[in-house]
């Protein structure tokens, strides 16, 4: 008795003692941090009004932070540029998908010939552009190039996977102030050698759209907006469907409805002819109701209100970033003519130094880095873990690949996708500070300025502690909704 | 792909498989004809072929942009502009009998003051960046196998609540906690010095996490004989468990020295002298004073980035496991 009852004590010691460092790291940097963040989010404490010069007393101050923050339109304005940001979310867990999906093909082909025909092709596809070259001008470009593919292929042939999901991860592997530095260079309007490639399409686009009607062109919108109200039509319909079916509750579809609806609003303010908008939505409202009347005239919903609530708003919001950039597409048509009349014709964009083109630029770099990011080595493998027999049953039944992927892939990999996109939520609501500090400064007007680039600036920058402190405590309110969310549904959908 | 499996405790990974000889049969029965056969080949050759060429032009994609940044870094600064990416020369300087890219040199060489008239002292932010993240690696890998084993093999009251705890954390963003673990470092007079980079690196929740869960796929065993053989909980952890999770403890330095060789946020806020800055800020400051010189800021780029990509290269088993372990729960 006594002998385990000291043992347990030793053991409790033991614990404690190896836990002790950390501990204590823990309560100074994290759990310390968090309450004086806390009390500072509601005090007034300004470098400015309290320093050695001046030293006004720092006192609470309610919730005088929060109401200022509310009422001061940057804050909304960098909270959307933050939203705007993390559109690409969707794009890019897509790719990642995409590359995983590709990756974990079986790249051998099975016969050792023709692996060997396959490398020949590499060789002879390399070589063949070598002779070409010989005879031009800029021969060291093409060279380097073709050498660069053969070598590609070379690797790809003989490493298969490992040599491809190398190359893929490398840029998130080397992401930084280096490689930002380096795209920054890389969209310099003049000396970058992104315009440098585009200016060659540009000035014969510019001649193909001079020499058509405007008006074909502008007709652009008018398809754009047809696009999008099919994309709702596609997603409600399958909200429908899963709502009758009852993997889906009403409250995730009406919520999920709202975010396939929200582009074809946003129509009517973005699009320059009203009317268009005004179609969309009216286009819109009918798929809508159309659809309400099949899912009333159906059974009766046996879901409960919130089921499947994280599939649903992952449909949906992906569907809605579609939607976005086929409007902005649209758009893009309508002011093509115009801006190709102009004598230098089209073009190419001033990226970083532009106020509109700032953020789809971060976005590109942001691309680049994510196809082979973390998220493609979870697909990985999830990829492998998923049950062959579905597969050859599936064969079988003489499934199409597509009819697979959606039947059998998708769904195996739901709780991995689910993982991805709140951890991505989570990330994408902090994230941009480091980007924005290195490529534009927040700039140009405050167009790359996020949330935590706000935070920064507020409290390292300008020295208002607790104003930036509110804000990152409105910031972590965002991020608890999330993690909330998450556990309270994430678990659900996992077992499912 | 499929070795990150055998780690993860309690999960087979094995498809219930058919025997061998069954198998053999079933592929015998469902031997497609001759003709049939071929032509399937031949499409497996085109398929295999289209996936090379896609898989081929993605990475094309992902390593042109280090391409343009090799090449512009040996060029000389009229030629950065320029349509074409190869040099027409290359400047080079002898240094030890081998022949160096002159920007190269230019970007160490801070007492040169034609180039280089700020005094940037490249060689020092990479010296720096090294030491700060070494430190903060060596300590935060060992407070966080040490936790991890207090929550992994150690039994005491409370240790399940602690862990989530622990978990929960991870959840938080970052960001909350700068501004008052500023003012901590200001109040310890840590402000512009190695320590404040350092001790706030060594401590981490996601470390502990990883750890523990590479200490739990060790067998429960060992302790035990290990205890009938009267080792002290040092000796064991000292001795058995850590040498045993040496792949986690790898994969755990690889992400920790990464993370803090990268680390922009906070050396941004701490560091004010110039001989202090570690390589980002070195790189942020040589870009905003000579924004110009895109050569020599490519030569510097290259610098940074090449030994990530070869320590990528060469550790990759070690990290695609770690990433894939860590997100198993988080």
């Not at chain 2, 002298?273 to 050569?295: N, R």
Request: glycine residues 8%.
């Amino acid at each position: 008795m006594s002998s385990s009852r000291s043992r347990t004590i030793r053991n409790v010691g033991a614990g404690v003692a190896f836990l002790m460092p950390n501990l204590l790291g823990f309560l100074v940097f994290t759990l310390v941090p968090l309450v004086f963040s806390m009390v500072l989010a509601f005090s007034n404490w300004d470098l400015k009004l309290h320093n050695q010069y001046k030293n006004n007393s720092i006192h609470f101050i309610g919730l005088d932070n929060f109401i200022r923050l509310i009422n001061e339109p940057n804050f909304w304005k960098f909270l959307g540029n933050t939203l705007y940001l993390m559109l690409l979310m969707p794009f890019a867990i897509a790719a990642s998908l995409i590359a995983a999906i590709l990756l974990s093909k079986d790249l051998r082909g099975g016969s050792r010939r023709m692996w060997a025909t396959l490398l020949l092709t590499a060789i002879m596809v390399g070589s063949l552009l070598l002779l070409m070259a010989t005879g031009q001008g800029r021969s060291g470009m093409v060279i380097m190039m073709a050498s660069l593919v053969a070598s590609i292929f070379i690797g790809g042939a003989l490493g298969g996977q490992t040599v491809y999901r190398t190359l893929f991860y490398i840029p998130n592997f080397t992401a930084g102030v280096a490689t930002m530095l380096l795209w920054k260079h890389l969209f310099n309007p003049q000396s970058g050698p992104i315009n440098s490639v585009l200016r060659g399409p540009l000035v014969s686009l510019t001649d193909v759209v001079r020499q058509s009607p405007s008006s074909l062109i502008q007709s652009g919108l008018w398809v754009s907006a047809g696009l999008i109200a099919l994309g709702a039509w596609f997603g409600l319909r399958r909200l429908r469907k899963a709502w009758s079916d009852g993997d889906y509750g009403s409250n995730a579809v009406i919520l999920s409805a709202v975010f396939l609806i929200l582009p074809a609003v946003l129509a009517i303010f973005w699009s320059p002819v009203p009317l268009v908008g005004w179609v969309t939505l009216a286009a819109t409202v009918c798929v809508t109701l159309w659809q309400l009347v099949i899912a009333i005239r159906g059974r009766d919903f046996h879901g409960r209100p919130w089921d499947g609530v994280g599939s649903s708003l992952m449909t949906a919001t992906s569907l809605m970033s579609l939607q976005l950039v086929v409007l902005g597409l649209g758009i893009a048509c309508y002011h093509l003519p115009a801006m190709a009349a102009v004598s230098d014709g089209l073009t190419p964009p001033n990226w970083l130094t532009d106020y509109d083109w700032a953020k789809p630029a971060m976005m590109l770099m942001g691309f680049w880095g994510a196809i082979g990011s973390n998220n493609m080595l979870l697909y990985l493998a999830a990829l492998t873990n998923v049950p062959q027999e579905l597969y050859e049953a599936a064969d079988i039944d003489g499934a199409t690949r597509l009819g697979k992927f959606w039947n059998i892939t998708w769904p195996q990999l739901a709780p991995t996708t689910f993982f991805i996109v709140v951890m991505g939520v989570i990330s994408g609501l902090q994230g941009g500070f480091e980007q924005a500090r290195v490529m534009t400064q927040g700039g140009p007007a405050g167009s790359t300025t996020t949330l935590s680039y706000m935070i920064y600036s507020q409290g390292f920058e300008i020295g208002r502690l607790g104003y930036a402190s509110a804000v990152s405590w409105m910031l972590f309110a965002m991020v608890l909704v999330i993690t909330l969310f998450n556990w309270k549904f994430g678990n659900k959908y996992v077992n499912d | 792909m499929s070795t990150t499996n055998t780690i993860q405790p309690g999960q087979s990974t094995e498809p219930a498989s058919i025997p061998p000889d069954a198998a053999e049969m079933e592929k015998l029965l469902n031997r497609p004809p001759a003709d049939r056969r071929r032509s399937r080949a031949l499409k497996n050759y085109f398929s295999v072929s289209l996936l090379h060429l896609v898989l081929g032009a993605i990475s094309l994609v992902m390593v042109l942009p280090f391409v343009w940044m090799l090449l512009t870094s040996i060029k000389p600064l009229g030629e950065v502009g320029s349509t074409n990416w190869i040099p027409s020369t290359v400047d080079t300087v002898q240094k030890a009998g081998v022949p160096v890219p002159r920007n190269y040199v230019d970007v160490f060489d801070y007492n040169n003051p034609d180039i280089n008239h700020r005094g940037i002292q490249f060689a020092r932010f990479y010296w720096n960046s090294i030491f700060v993240a070494a430190w903060a690696t060596f300590l935060q890998v060992m407070t966080s196998a040490m936790a991890a084993y207090s929550f992994a093999r150690l039994k005491w009251p409370g240790r399940d609540r602690m862990f989530l705890l622990y978990l929960s954390t991870m959840m938080l963003p970052g960001l909350v906690m700068m501004i008052p673990n500023f003012q901590i470092m200001i109040s310890m007079g840590l402000v512009d010095t190695f320590t404040g980079l350092i001790v706030p690196a060594a401590f981490s929740a996601f470390g502990t996490f990883l750890m523990r869960q590479f200490m739990l796929s060790i067998p429960q065993s060992l302790d035990e004989a290990a205890e009938i053989d009267g080792a002290g909980k040092w000796r064991l952890f000292w001795d058995i468990i850590l040498p045993l999770s040496r792949p986690g403890l790898i994969t755990l330095t690889i992400f920790t020295f990464m993370g803090n060789y990268n680390s922009f946020f906070w050396p941004l806020v701490m560091l004010r002298s110039e001989a202090k800055y570690t390589l980002p800020i070195g790189l942020l400051f040589f870009d905003s004073s000579q924004g110009q010189a895109t050569h020599l800021l490519m030569a510097a780029v290259t610098m940074s980035v090449v030994p990530m990509i070869v320590l990528f290269v060469l550790l990759q088993k070690y990290l695609v496991k770690g990433i894939q372990l860590g997100a198993v729960k988080g």
